[in-house]
């Protein structure tokens, strides 16, 4: 199992994601996190390689 972190915003995480699945060294990216921003932290998990607020 490999775990990998990152610091980027949602859009930027799914920008990520897609180059990953697209390169076809991935089939499907799942997993969980958090954001932060202005509103302050909230969950963030990746499911069918789409990120879901």
């Known amino acids: ?14 920008t990520a994601i897609d180059h990953l699945t697209r390169s ?7 997993g969980h ?9 909230q969950t963030v998990e990746v499911r069918g390689s789409r990120v879901v607020l």
């Open 1 to 14: 199992m490999t775990i990998t972190r990152f610091i980027l915003g949602p859009p930027q995480l799914q």
């Open 24 to 30: 076809g060294r991935y089939d499907r990216i799942d």
């Open 33 to 41: 996190g958090r954001v932060l921003s202005a509103r302050g932290e």
